[in-house]
Every structure is written in C-alpha cells, then in structure tokens.
C-alpha cells in the first residue's frame, strides 16, 4: 500500500503567518492527491484536490502544489478559522486509498 | 442541499456485531461512489471501504477485510457498513462520504457525514 508522510505533525503560528505543509507520498501518485481540514468535534471538509484544484467555496487563501511524491499545502495568510488539522490522502490506483497522519495548526 | 446522515453505532462487545446505516439526500446517489472513513479517538482517519454505483465493485482496507462488508439500496438512498467479529481497536468514529473524481480518476471525498461513535469494549 502507498503511505503518506505529512510534515510537520503540528506547528504553531500566528494570525497572518504564511504555512506550509507538506505530504510526501511512497511511491509515485502523479496529482491523485486531495487536502482536507478537519476542525475538532467536526467532520473533515474538502479543501484541495487533484494536488492543486481548489474546492469551489474554500478561500484562495489556500493552495496546493506538486506532484508524483511532494506535494505542499500553502496558506498564505492564516486566518483564526484556520486553525485545525490538516490531512492528504492519496486515491491512485485501486484502493485502499491512505490518509496522510495529520498536521495540527495552533495558535502561537 | 446534499447530506450524510449516520446512525448505527454505540457500545458493543468484543467479537460482536453492528450495522453502520447512512442516509443521502440532496444529490442522485445512485451516481456516486461512496466510501467509509473511520477516525480512532484521538487519532487520524483511516479509509475503510467503498462501493460503486452499482455495488458490483468493492474494495477494503485489510485489516477489516473478511469481517467487514459494505452494501448499498439505491431505492432507499442508503449506504450501510456490516461490522462482525468486533475488536477494540475498531473503536472509532465512522464517517461516510460521497466519492467525487475528475475525468482522470482523481479521487476526494466530499461531503461526509457527521459520524457516528462506535465503541467496542467489555
């Protein structure tokens, strides 16, 4: 199965920070590749998919970028409703499809 | 407006079994693939199954393989996970979600359920 490597596992931040997250894939996945955020007690919310196509409605704050193994989430300037959990997830070939483990966005 | 509903879970008992059900409305659902992801408290989420249009293609992340089984009525809108032989480490919130993908495969999911808790503990 393909694993997905997200980095860091958490990061502190302030308002108007610009934050980069990245997700590093085991073997080649082109851009089948997909972000979400997930806030707690919440389900998680399409942000990005394809690496680099943003979800109709979500602020072009947010961008993605890369393809076959590094791929990268920018927010450009963080937001107070931005802070949550972050999760790639990988859909090439056949399932099982994988889950980055997570980065944790925090106020700093 | 498109919706997931689930319902289902709650406290079983290791070794036993729990019908996951999810109701859609809002969309056509008999178009969509759809899937199930699961989150350990305190943890990531972890694909679990999905099914086609159709139900003639399903697929399963292994460790629920054999004891899991993911069915679908298009008639009635629904979606639903059969869990059997229960263990403690399948405790979990479980989401479904509608499958989306672009021409060339890329697959996401969106939108996903509320979830719904299941415990499995003596």
């Known amino acids: 199965d393909i694993q997905m490597t997200q980095s860091p596992s958490s990061l502190s931040a302030s308002v108007g920070d610009r934050v980069t997250i990245t997700c590093r894939a085991s073997?080649?996945?082109?851009?089948?590749l997909t972000w979400y955020q997930q806030k707690p007690g919440k389900a998680p919310e399409l942000l990005i998919y394809?690496?680099?196509s943003l979800q109709s409605g979500v602020p072009s704050r947010f961008s993605g970028s890369g393809s076959g193994t590094d791929f990268t989430l920018t927010i450009s300037s963080l937001q107070p409703e931005d802070f949550a959990t972050y999760y790639c997830q990988q859909s090439y070939s056949t399932p099982p499809y994988t889950f980055g483990q997570g980065t944790k966005v925090e106020i700093k | 407006e498109v919706q997931l509903v689930e319902s289902g879970g709650g406290l079983v008992q290791p070794g036993g079994s729990l019908r996951l059900s999810c109701a859609a409305s809002?969309?056509?659902?008999?178009?969509?693939?759809m899937t199930w992801v699961r989150q350990a408290p305190g943890k990531g989420l972890e694909w679990v199954a999905n099914i086609k249009q159709d139900g003639s293609e399903k697929y399963y992340v292994d460790s629920v393989k054999g004891r899991f089984a993911i069915s679908r009525d298009n008639a009635k809108n629904s979606l639903y996970l059969q869990m059997n032989n229960l263990r403690a480490e399948d405790t979990a919130i479980y989401y479904c979600a509608r499958e989306g993908s672009t021409v060339t495969g890329v697959d996401w999911f969106d939108p996903w359920g509320q979830g719904t808790l299941v415990t499995v503990s003596s």
């Open positions: 394809a690496a680099s």
């Open positions: 073997q080649s996945i082109s851009n089948y």
């Open positions: 809002g969309f056509t659902f008999r178009n969509y693939w």
